[in-house]
């Protein structure tokens, strides 16, 4: 069975960079075809999607996040880490790791239970 898992602080100073990792087991995060997505929520909004790591290693940012994002993996833990830089109030959320499967017909088959991020001094 796969499954994801979030850790990281649940609180953060503004200014500050917050630093999410999603630790996957079931499957590894090189297998071929998988994307392993970073999707947020912030309070009012709906689903934002972040940026995703692919299988063999690249990446792709939202451009309206991509100044401020980078996206990382270990194979050797089978985990990949969100890093958000200068964050806001505004990023307060509750993040979400997700697997971005492009065989399943609703893109998203397996997500993490999510964390809850707040950004305040």
């Known amino acids: 069975q796969v499954q994801l898992q979030e850790s990281g602080p649940g609180l953060v100073k503004p200014s500050q960079t917050l630093s999410l990792t999603c630790t996957v087991s079931?499957?590894?995060?090189?297998?071929?075809?998988?994307?392993w997505t970073w999707i947020r929520q912030s309070p009012g909004k709906g689903l934002e999607w972040m940026g995703d790591i692919g299988y063999n290693g690249i990446t792709d940012y939202n451009p309206s996040l991509k100044s401020r994002t980078s996206i990382y993996r270990d194979t050797s833990k089978n985990h990949f880490t969100l890093q958000l830089s200068s964050v806001t109030p505004e990023d307060t959320a509750l993040y979400y790791c997700?697997?971005?499967?492009?065989?399943?017909?609703?893109?998203?088959?397996?997500w993490g239970q999510g964390t809850q991020v707040t950004v305040s001094s």
């Open positions: 079931g499957v590894s995060i090189t297998s071929n075809d998988y994307y």
């Open positions: 997700v697997r971005a499967n492009p065989w399943w017909p609703t893109w998203y088959d397996f």
